[in-house]
């Protein structure tokens, strides 16, 4: 889950994300869960609801876990209740973190965030420090080698995209909160297949780490990760392909 550096290199090691499917599944749930229930079952009139349905999809998440997920945020198979909370921190090196959680015990999370951010030297920032560092945008990313990058460029901008990078091989496809949608729907219309697709805070700027530093900082946010309560993790530093594992 999450958008962390250059999005070649977040979704770090793809078969570690196979492995990953069960729990980022789990994670997917409680975010249309808790659309649901702010906003009504009903995609057509719940944008954020569309939104995270999208992604769930775009992760190939079975329509009946979609289905029981909207129920749950509904009430009709028991009421999910989870609060959203948004951590701001610094790492070492003064990378700046974004932790995004969805949680039914507030002192719970709190407590555990704080505790892997102190245990690798990293600390709470105060409201506002990290957050006016990142922009929410749309990003959709395709592999550049199955798609020729003038073909995708046509075609997401036509639909309303503000930029597309090549990033290490990867197309990334940048829009707005409120285009993400119809540029995804263009997208896949002409049969191509995204490798990830979400509405992410995307860093405005990037703090180059090097090899150590950046497996440090790797470990951090897998651990971050692994929560159940954390939602996303995005960061600002420019982590080397080739950290240790």
Do not use: C
């Not at 975010?31 to 609801?49: F, H, K, Q, V």
């Not at 329509?63 to 749950?72: E, F």
């Not at 028991?78 to 039914?104: H, K, M, N, R, S």
């Not at 798609?147 to 990867?170: H, K, R, T």
């Amino acid at each position: 889950m999450s958008g962390h550096s250059k999005w070649a290199t977040i979704k770090h090691k793809k078969g570690a994300a196979d492995a990953k499917r069960g729990q980022m599944f789990t994670k997917l749930i409680k975010e249309i869960s808790i659309a649901a229930r702010m906003g009504g079952g009903d995609p057509d009139t719940n944008a954020r609801l569309r939104t995270a349905i999208l992604k769930a999809r775009s992760s190939n998440m079975p329509k009946d876990n979609i289905d029981r997920a909207i129920k749950k945020g509904t009430g009709e198979l028991g009421a999910a209740v989870y609060e959203e909370l948004v951590y701001e921190a610094y790492a070492p090196g003064g990378v700046a973190f974004l932790i995004e959680v969805l949680t039914d015990n507030k002192n719970r999370a709190a407590a555990e965030v704080r505790n892997l951010l102190t245990r690798a030297g990293g600390s709470l920032a105060t409201s506002n420090a990290v957050l006016r560092l990142f922009d929410r945008k749309g990003v959709i990313s395709l592999d550049g080698e199955k798609y020729g990058e003038d073909a995708v460029m046509e075609v997401a901008l036509e639909a309303g995209a503000d930029d597309i990078q090549n990033e290490d091989g990867e197309l990334v496809v940048y829009t707005a909160p409120d285009a993400f949608e119809a540029v995804l729907n263009a997208i896949n219309a002409k049969g191509m297949e995204t490798d990830g697709a979400e509405v992410s805070m995307v860093p405005a700027t990037w703090v180059d780490v090097d090899k150590d530093a950046g497996g440090k900082l790797q470990k951090l946010i897998d651990k971050l990760e692994e929560n159940d309560d954390v939602q996303n993790v995005y960061h600002n530093a420019n982590i080397p392909e080739d950290i240790d594992e």
